[in-house]
């Protein structure tokens, strides 16, 4: 499950309703997709799309998306630190990006403009779609793994548009995952 971070108000959110509001109040759509038993998180790509079909095919007719695969990435990855200055630096986008995460852990930024900048921590089984033209900017983990699901509108893909009047310099990737949160699941602070 997902872990908000509002760190210009020391907040933090774990609770999975409260996470779902919040997001929703900033036009990000969230949900928790079943893992267990559906299908091995590190099947082959085609199984994995297969195994969430029916809520693929959801979100396509819902959000006009065309295309849905399987973006893998490791630590060893080949030319991962390129791979990700292409998304550690805050830009929009002109269609949604949604993400449906199978494995590893990344964070989100997101600076509404008129609010504090917020982070959302994803991990398995957290579904995200962050709207078209939504200021953001994504970092994965120490451990630098992440495996999802990607959804596009326009075949080629997601293009960033960097914003000259950027934010991203300020904020670090904010990780705590399951260890930090099981003391306290369930609250907020």
């Not at 020391?10 to 409260?18: F, K, N």
């Not at 200055?85 to 990006?97: A, R």
């Not at 300020?170 to 930090?180: D, I, K, V």
């Amino acid at each position: 499950m997902a872990i908000v971070t509002v760190p210009a108000e020391a907040r933090r959110i774990t609770d999975s309703g409260e996470i779902t509001a919040f997001l929703a109040g900033h036009g990000i759509e969230y949900s928790v997709w079943p893992l267990e038993d559906r299908v091995d998180p590190a099947a082959p790509a085609e199984k994995i799309l297969d195994a969430y079909d029916p809520e693929i095919e959801e979100l396509k007719r819902r959000g006009g998306f065309v295309t849905a695969d399987v973006v893998d990435i490791y630590p060893d990855t080949p030319n991962l630190d390129a791979m990700l200055q292409k998304f550690n630096k805050e830009h929009t986008h002109t269609e949604d990006e949604v993400r449906f995460i199978l494995q590893g852990r990344g964070v989100f930024h997101i600076n509404p403009g008129d609010r504090p900048v917020f982070a959302i921590e994803v991990w398995a089984g957290d579904m995200i779609s962050v709207p078209l033209g939504t200021r953001h900017w994504f970092d994965l983990c120490t451990d630098r793994r992440i495996r999802a699901i990607r959804l596009f509108q326009d075949t080629s893909g997601w293009t960033p548009h960097y914003l000259e009047d950027s934010v991203h310099a300020g904020f670090e990737p904010l990780c705590f995952g399951p260890a930090w949160i099981a003391p306290a699941r369930g609250t907020a602070t």
